[in-house]
């Protein structure tokens, strides 16, 4: 099975690697991230917290090789419109022609989202990359279940729209 | 009591100003009118995520519409919403397609 090749912003590559679903991502996904978000990562590892400790294990993994890091000149069309870590994923996905962002930042997704449609880029969240790996046989529903509840948990989620949505499509009859 | 830092904060003239006329009326010293407004600042942002979240879910439910949405957030926060629901929808029923 080939790879998808995906951008992750900031916020979703530290939602994957707290939901215990990055590692296993690199079977389906081949990642490339902009300097600018492992530079993100950098200043999250700096707190003392399970953010700080997700940022560290990502910027491991990308040191590891694991994942693909470049450096990104944002284009103007970008510039001011999101912050310069989704700014660089996004202009990333556009110069490497990769049609997948994965980002959660819900103004960064909204704000990109006319841009995306015109370049032919599909902005997903985090959960689409557990909801691949069940997809693909790689994980059963219960383990993609556990893995956004895992997520919903951490960041603090609790009682919103990824809870409904993972109950209604990857919880076993 | 807790470790404190120190901020900087830069601030145009007119804002300055308005420190000014807080402290000096309610005799205090400014650090703790703006240390008060960061709180409540805080507290009202927290309540209003609380809300948008609850809005979220019911408008993800199919409990509400859209225009029900606009109504309780305006237009532009609706739209945020939505854009928000509607992504997620996606990533769970097409994962990463």
Redesign the interface.
């Known amino acids: 099975m080939a790879l998808?090749t995906?951008a992750g912003d900031t916020s979703a590559l530290v939602s994957l690697e707290l939901a215990g679903a990055l590692t296993p991502s690199f079977s389906?996904?081949s990642w490339k991230i902009a300097r600018a978000v492992v530079d993100e990562l950098k200043e999250l590892a700096g707190f003392d917290d399970r953010v700080g400790q997700a940022a560290k294990k990502i910027l491991a993994l990308i040191k590891s090789g694991k994942m693909d890091a470049a450096p990104v000149r944002v284009l103007p069309s970008v510039t001011g419109l999101v912050d310069v870590g989704e700014a660089s994923a996004f202009t990333l996905c556009i110069r490497e022609k990769i049609p997948?962002l994965v980002c959660d930042d819900?103004?960064a997704?909204?704000r990109l989202?006319g841009l995306a449609q015109a370049e032919g880029i599909?902005?997903?969240?985090s959960?689409?990359?557990i909801?691949?790996l069940?997809?693909q046989g790689t994980w059963s529903k219960n383990q993609g279940n556990d893995a956004i509840l895992r997520m919903i948990d951490s960041r603090g989620w609790q009682?919103?729209?990824?809870?409904?949505?993972?109950r209604?499509?990857?919880k076993d009859e | 009591m807790a470790h404190e830092s120190v901020i900087h904060v830069r601030v145009e003239p007119e804002t300055e100003k308005k420190l000014e006329i807080l402290a000096k009326g309610k005799r205090q010293v400014r650090s703790a009118i703006v240390r008060k407004a960061v709180e409540e600042y805080y507290a009202r942002e927290q309540s209003l995520n609380e809300m948008k979240?609850?809005v979220?879910?019911k408008f993800?439910?199919g409990q509400i519409l859209f225009d029900d949405l606009v109504r309780v957030l305006g237009y532009e926060e609706a739209?945020?919403v939505a854009?928000?629901?509607s992504?997620?929808?996606?990533?769970?029923?097409?994962?990463?397609?």
Do not use: M, N, P
Not at chain 1, 159 to 166: I, P, R, W
């Open positions: 998808k995906a389906i996904v997948l819900v103004e997704g909204y989202d599909r902005i997903v969240i959960a689409a990359v909801v691949e069940v997809k009682d919103g729209v990824l809870e409904y949505l993972c209604k499509h990857l | 979240k609850i979220a879910k993800a439910e739209r945020k854009f928000f629901v992504t997620a929808k996606k990533s769970f029923e097409q994962g990463l397609g």
